[in-house]
C-alpha cells in the first residue's frame, strides 16, 4: 500500500548520540536559548503540566489533525527508551490528546517526556506521575481517532522547527529543540556562557560584580545621564 502524504509513518534516519542528549541535560533551557541567538522557542503557552523537573531525550514527532488522537496512539506503540514525543496539533484546545492511560503506557515504554501544542486531560495523574509534560491547555473533552496524521516528519511548533531524532529540552521556562547539526557547537557555547554566568554569581555573592556597561550602554545609544 502507497502511504499517503498527510497519512503515514516513517522510521527516523537519525537521532542524537545519548551522550551528547546527557550533557545538555545538565543545563538551563535559557542558556541554551541563549546561546541559540534567542531566535528559537515553542511559545509561551506551552506550559508544565508536571511538578517538578525538567526534560532531555530525542524527538520521536507527530503531526496530528487537531483534537485526533491516533497518530499519537501510533507513535506511543513505537517510541523507544529515551524518546520525547513532540505533537503539533496546531495548538487546538477542544479536545484533549492524551490523559492517564496513553501516559501509563508510555512511561512502560521509556518515554522520558512530552510537548503537546494541543489539550491534555487527567491533570492531576500527570502531576502525581510527573513525567516531564509541556502542553497548551487542559481540557476534559475526550479525542477522536480517525487520523490522519503523521509520525516521524519535521513539524513545528510555533515557528520552532523540529526534526526526527533532534534532541528536545525543558526545564520551568519551556521546552527548546537543538538541532543534530550544529548540536556540539550549540553545547560548547553553552557549557562557556554557564560557567560564566558561575563566574559572575560569585561576583554579586562578593561584592565585585563589574556593572559599568550599563552606563557605558546607556550613552553609547544616546540617553541622557543625570550630571554628577
Not at 23 to 30: D, I, W, Y
Not at 138 to 148: E, F, I, M
Request: proline share 5%.
Amino acid at each position: 500500500m502507497t502511504m499517503t502524504i498527510g497519512f503515514r509513518i516513517l522510521n527516523r534516519d537519525r537521532v542524537a548520540p545519548a551522550e551528547l542528549v546527557a550533557e545538555f541535560a545538565k543545563l538551563p533551557v535559557a542558556n541554551v536559548s541563549d546561546s541559540m541567538s534567542r531566535m528559537t522557542a515553542a511559545g509561551s503557552r506551552l506550559r508544565p503540566m508536571h511538578s517538578s523537573g525538567g526534560m532531555a531525550g530525542v524527538a520521536l514527532t507527530v503531526k496530528a489533525r487537531p483534537g485526533d488522537n491516533l497518530m499519537l496512539h501510533a507513535a506511543i506503540d513505537r517510541a523507544v527508551p529515551g524518546d520525547v514525543i513532540v505533537v503539533d496539533a496546531g495548538g487546538a484546545l477542544d479536545n484533549a490528546l492524551m490523559g492517564e492511560l496513553m501516559l501509563a503506557y508510555a512511561i512502560k515504554k521509556g518515554v522520558v517526556g512530552f510537548v503537546i501544542d494541543g489539550a491534555i486531560r487527567d491533570l492531576d495523574n500527570f502531576r502525581e506521575t510527573n513525567l516531564p509534560t509541556w502542553a497548551a491547555g487542559v481540557t476534559h473533552r475526550g479525542p477522536y481517532k480517525d487520523g490522519p496524521g503523521e509520525v516521524n516528519v519535521p513539524i513545528s511548533i510555533d515557528g520552532m522547527v523540529i526534526h526526527p531524532g533532534d534532541i528536545i529540552i525543558g526545564d520551568s521556562d519551556g521546552v527548546l529543540c537543538v538541532p543534530i547539526d550544529g548540536a556540539d557547537t550549540i553545547l560548547k557555547s553553552t557549557q562557556a556562557k554557564s560557567a560564566a554566568e558561575i563566574k559572575q554569581m560569585a561576583d554579586i555573592e562578593a561584592g565585585t560584580n563589574d556593572r559599568s556597561w550599563v552606563d557605558r550602554a546607556l550613552k553609547e545609544r544616546g540617553c541622557a545621564l543625570p550630571q554628577d
